[in-house]
């Protein structure tokens, strides 16, 4: 997929192509540190100290009582120098600096002495942060380098109160991503587009809680990934590894016998510095990653697409089964991904100067369907590129003040189908797409559907930070976003009528939609850090604006009147689609209770536009009356008038440091969730039943999180994080309302609140680190949850309430070694990661009848009736509805 050519080609795009774009919106990506200086024989504040960053240009001297404060500093780890004449200067190490937070160092300084001189102390690092009101993870890139981790998901997925990317109950699409601040979700489809690779990230920042102002477009929580910066030095690092799945549950896992130690490889790196001969002018950070999985899950190509079988016989011997496959087993969940990043330092004199910052992946990926099991070759592949460009410039005002000028451009374009050329001769006949029985794999045929579409948003953001005095800290800004959706899907028709070639259907038509819009938003926001000694309070406001650029139709009974009509269609059926807009009030305190314990409580509304698809779905309004369709065409459309989607959260913790390596955190919440996405059913022709979405759907989620880290010291480190929850709503699918009315019977559709399809009641989630960084390091991570609920029925009958009975409980290890050597001037690591490290049969799916992935009541069907191509026991054996069995990766890693 990838040659030397482009993988250059678009290294120097990453790199130096940003410089083109110019609009995106920022959240935080600095701290602060502050404290004050005292003379340590009188106690009197010291007025002029000066404080200084080593190593940057970045420093401050005191006010009048002593006090000091230093902004506008990139998360990571920094020395900072108190001085003055005739006093002995201190300088305190490795203090951390994390994305919105202050870090409080304060000095004592003694009268200047020949026999004492400068005295370095270590900084102390306090479990409890003041001025945190509100829950919130920071783990930075050592933390991340040290434990079994690939991605910014797995990490994410860690954190207390978040379930397999569902942060405190809510739907997956309602969490904001974001990249050096910047949004990276995928305006379509409300997803993540594009993440950073580990490799790349000084420290991810997870808010959970109910964040500050600045942060908008999200229901349930913040993902912000902060990428290295360079250094003075040049440093770098290339690490490969490769491995396999290999498990004893071979009568789950086709082909899991097979161990092939290059199933799985990647090689990754980076490499920093200052540009040759212009060192004080520009600095560079380039990093890069291949990474190929074949996945565990395996097919056999016993069919081809275009083979012909007959099994319209009575009698079995009589059948025709054309079978022209060659038997190879054929990966169907393999993953193919590159990705590349390039970040340009200029500086142009005071604070950070200029940033570019340059991001691309290309992927290409299956996601496994039963039923092409012998057919491998005939199910969608998907593709899906993404570029993000950034530039920011940060104007120094004063030493309290600041402002931070930012643009961005991302795009995403994705793609599914069987062939990327919509005529290639292998599309077959639909007619071919032939099973023997209910339950047995297809024999030929292809999906001979296309789908695309590319998102591109262009923002700019301009925050202004004002430190008015020592108690106050504003901040305010405003961001424009301008989006860019161009929507494609069609049909390959095969038939009679192309004689039997591929063909295109009629653009307009039910089986091929077609659109453009341009949509935008604007939002404004206004917050108050204030920062007391006996207390601190985060207030804000944030007014957000959108404008959907679109129609809808007024009276979807009308839709008939459309059939005979190409857009654009008579205003007297259709009607623009208003503005949408909403004030949300955001306040947080934390009071603390002693010098090592704090209280924070906080509330909020929030506010959230469905994603794009659901507002231009189904543009031509075209809905077959006869013909079975993709889940997302044919039976719904759009709404462009869709309002926001709205929570309102409530919050209250406690931060506890018990010992100065151990502290606690305890926080229970509740959110209000409403107008989330459903649909209202409506009938065409007196029997074609079909749906408009709409905003219906409610909800609620309490819980409570348990929180308890050992700091790594003394060559050991532990977290623990535990999380109860009760997720409930009237609907876990906006389809919800349609699919019930759609199946036979009928389904009543819920007048209650039932468990959500992600309400995991009980999550445990603990790592272990021991050992000596640089000599050696090992560590382990858990995870144990209560299952997740499931709908009893029999032959498609319910038995039970939905989402009235659980899953099987999950649990499940993974394990990291590594072994540091020193060969001349660079480090090397040797490494193993064992992922499911006791080979667990966790069961994530189940059947409906029994609640487990093994075994359903079908099988005491009569074994001995004529199945064609498969048995009862191969159908219903499904490695899909399991977690991915023991994987072992073995590695090295060296430091140039």
């Known amino acids: 997929m990838f040659t030397i050519k482009r993988i250059t080609q678009f290294y120097i795009l990453a790199v130096f192509g940003v410089v083109f774009f110019s609009t995106l919106s920022f959240a935080g990506t600095t701290g602060k540190i502050a404290g004050k200086i005292i003379d340590k024989s009188t106690g009197e504040p010291l007025i002029g100290a000066n404080i200084v960053i080593i190593g940057t240009t970045m420093g401050s001297a005191t006010d009048f009582d002593g006090n000091y404060f230093i902004l506008n500093i990139p998360p990571g780890n920094y020395d900072i120098r108190a001085s003055i004449i005739g006093f002995s200067s201190i300088t305190v190490k490795n203090i951390r ?113 109910t964040f500050n102002a600045e942060y908008g477009e999200a229901l349930s929580g913040v993902v912000n990934q902060v990428t290295k910066i360079a250094g003075e030095n040049y440093e770098g690092n290339i690490s490969v590894h490769s491995g396999d799945f290999i498990s004893s549950n071979n009568s789950i896992f086709d082909n899991i016998d097979d161990i092939n ?11 920093s510095g200052p540009v040759p001969g212009l060192k004080n002018l520009l600095k560079f950070f380039v990093s890069g990653r291949y990474n190929y999985d074949d996945g565990y899950i395996y097919g056999k190509r016993v069919f081809n697409p275009s083979d012909s079988s007959n099994f319209s016989a009575n009698n079995p011997s009589d059948w025709y089964v054309g079978s022209t496959g060659d038997g190879k087993y054929i990966p169907m969940q393999c ?88 005529l290639n001769s292998g599309y077959v006949d639909p007619e071919k797409k032939q099973f023997t029985s209910g339950a047995s794999f297809l024999t030929a045929g292809t999906e001979n559907w296309h789908f695309y579409h590319t998102t591109t948003t262009f923002t700019g953001k301009t925050d202004f930070t004002w430190q008015i005095d020592n108690i ?110 909403q004030v949300s009030p955001r306040i947080g305190i934390s009071y603390p209770i002693t010098d090592r314990g704090a209280i924070h409580i906080s509330y909020g509304h929030f506010f959230q536009i469905p994603p794009f698809e659901n507002l231009y779905r189904n543009p031509n309004f075209r809905i077959p009356l006869t013909g079975s369709f993709p889940s997302n065409i044919g039976n719904t459309i759009g709404n462009a008038d869709l309002e926001p989607q709205r929570t309102t959260m409530y919050e209250i913790g406690l931060q506890q440091e018990l010992t100065p390596v151990l502290g606690v955190t305890v926080t229970a919440y509740y959110k209000d969730i409403r107008n989330l996405l459903s649909t209202e059913v409506f009938i065409k022709n007196e029997f074609k039943k079909f749906s408009r979405l709409i905003n219906k759907d409610y909800g609620s989620v309490r819980g409570m999180t348990f929180s308890l880290e050992k700091r790594f010291a003394d060559g050991f480190g532990a977290t623990l994080d535990y999380t109860y929850q009760v997720a409930k709503g009237n609907a876990s699918d906006p389809n919800d309302a349609f699919n019930k009315a759609s199946a036979e019977p009928p389904i009543e559709i819920n007048s209650q609140l039932v468990p959500l399809n992600w309400d995991r009641t009980h999550s445990l989630n603990f ?67 064992i992922y499911n490290l006791f080979d667990t049969e966790n069961e994530l799916e189940v059947f409906n009848d029994t609640g487990r992935a093994g075994y359903t009541l079908d099988l005491t069907r009569n074994q001995s009736a004529p199945r064609g191509v498969n048995t009862l026991q191969e159908y219903y054996t499904r490695p899909d509805f399991y977690s991915a069995p023991r994987q072992i990766i073995l590695g090295a890693s060296i430091t140039l």
Do not use: C, W
Not at 145 to 157: F, H, I, K, Q, R
Not at 262 to 270: D, E, H, I, M
């Open 472 to 581: 106050n800290q504003i901040k305010t800004g405003f961001e424009f976003q301008k989006h860019s959706l161009d929507y494609e899907d069609f049909q390959i028709v095969i038939d009679a009528t192309t004689d039997y070639k591929p063909a295109l259907p009629n653009v307009g038509a039910f089986n091929y939609n077609k659109y453009e819009s341009n949509p935008f938003q604007f939002a404004y926001y206004l917050q108050d850090k204030i920062e007391l000694d006996y207390l601190v309070v985060n207030v804000g406001m944030r007014f957000d604006y959108f404008e959907p650029d679109g129609e809808y139709l007024k009276n979807p009974n009308k839709i008939n009147l459309l059939d005979e009509l190409q857009p654009p269609f008579p205003d007297s059926l259709m009607k623009k689609a208003s503005a949408k807009y």
């Open 97 to 209: 600096v994390s994305v919105d937070r202050t870090s409080n160092i304060d000095f004592e300084l003694s009268e200047e002495s020949i026999e004492i001189g400068e005295i370095v102390v270590s900084a102390e690092k306090l479990f409890v942060q003041n001025d945190l009101t509100s829950t919130e993870a920071k783990i930075s890139g050592n933390q991340i380098s040290m434990l079994p981790l690939e991605d910014v998901s797995a990490v994410v997925n860690l954190q207390a109160g978040v379930v397999d990317g569902h942060f405190r109950g809510g739907r997956s699409n309602e969490v904001k991503y974001l990249i050096d601040g910047v949004p990276v979700n995928d305006a379509f489809s409300g997803q993540s587009s594009i993440s950073a690779e580990v490799n790349s990230i000084e420290e991810i920042q997870v808010l959970t809680g």
């Open 261 to 271: 130690p290059f199933s799985a490889y990647n090689v990754q790196g980076n490499f």
């Open 767 to 833: 790592t272990l680190t021991a050992g000596n960084p640089g000599d050696f390091i090992v560590s382990l991570i858990g995870r144990l949850g209560s299952g997740l609920p499931y709908t009893p029925s029999l032959q498609g009958l319910r038995t039970g309430l939905e989402n009235s009975s659980n899953k099987p409980v999950f649990y499940n290890a993974d394990f990291y070694i590594t072994k540091y050597l020193e060969i001349g001037n660079h480090s090397i690591s040797l490494f193993a990661k």
């Open 335 to 422: 993953n193919e991904k590159l990705s590349l990043q390039g970040k340009l330092s200029i500086n142009v004199g005071d604070g950070r100067g200029i940033v570019l910052t340059g991001m691309y992946t290309d992927q290409e990926y299956n996601q496994y369907d039963h039923a092409y099991k012998l057919n491998p070759d005939g199910n969608y592949k998907n593709y899906q590129n993404s570029f993000l460009g950034i530039a920011s410039y940060t104007l120094i005002l004063s030493n309290s003040a600041f402002i931070d000028f930012i643009g961005s451009g991302i795009r995403t374009k994705y793609s599914q189908n069987v062939f990327e050329d919509p």
